[in-house]
């Protein structure tokens, strides 16, 4: 089946920093998503984005499909952001694949 | 954005007891899922489900688990006869055929369940 890596695993930043998280995926996909995992374990969907470039307020996610990789940037980070960031993958078979995730820390 | 909605929030059960989960699913979407998510592990495929019959399952979906859509509105996960390893969060979603102003292959999430088999 297809593989989706996250990088990085961890990340700590300072309030106010910038981010990028990465995507990797193995084969084409019909559909990518980025979810936001809250503390009560709530997947919130941030971007439906299986190519192309949408932005959201302080977050923008980039999709390449052509090299299967998709980029979410965290601008002017919050400590509200801190959790853990998932993308998912969706191809003909239907179901949707998960990578592990990044954990973001915003310190204060 | 339309919803999908999970119930109940959180079920605490002893071990040996059935469960069951329910989804209320976006109406007219055709296709349902179940997902788990074990403590700081990532989000496992269940089981698929389409046009009342199971399409696909997981290693992990074994006879202890069932899937239902009962009354043509909710869709429901049965656990049998819950372990300790069962102690997961459960997500439900639901995916349209796209058309009408709604994209093709997205997938809606729930909130999610938290089980927690004691």
């Known amino acids: 089946g297809i593989q989706v890596e996250q990088s990085p695993p961890d990340l700590i930043l300072q309030e106010g920093a910038n981010s990028t998280l990465r995507c990797n995926f193995s084969?084409?996909?019909?559909?990518l998503q980025w979810f936001h995992q809250n503390p009560w374990g709530q997947l919130i969907n941030l971007f439906y984005i299986p190519s192309g470039t949408k932005q959201n307020g302080r977050l923008s996610a980039t999709t390449v499909a052509t090299e299967r990789y998709s980029l979410l940037y965290i601008s002017s980070s919050q400590t509200t952001d801190s959790g853990v960031y998932f993308c998912a993958v969706n191809t003909n078979a239907g179901k949707s694949t998960f990578g592990d995730g990044t954990t973001l820390t915003v310190k204060p | 954005e339309p919803e999908v909605t999970q119930t109940p929030s959180h079920q605490v059960t002893q071990m040996g007891q059935e469960v069951i989960l329910r989804c209320v699913p976006i109406s007219n979407h055709l296709y349902f899922y179940w997902y788990r998510q074990i403590l700081g592990q990532k989000v496992e495929f269940l089981v698929s489900f389409y046009n009342n019959e199971i399409s696909e399952k997981s290693e992990i979906f074994d006879d202890q688990f069932s899937v239902e859509r009962p009354d043509g509105s909710n869709f429901t996960l049965k656990i049998r006869s819950t372990k300790l390893e069962d102690s997961a969060m459960y997500f439900c979603a639901s995916q349209g055929k796209g058309g009408g102003g709604e994209a093709k292959n997205i997938q809606y999430f729930g909130a999610g369940t938290r089980l927690s088999v004691l």
């Open positions: 084969d084409s996909v019909n559909n």
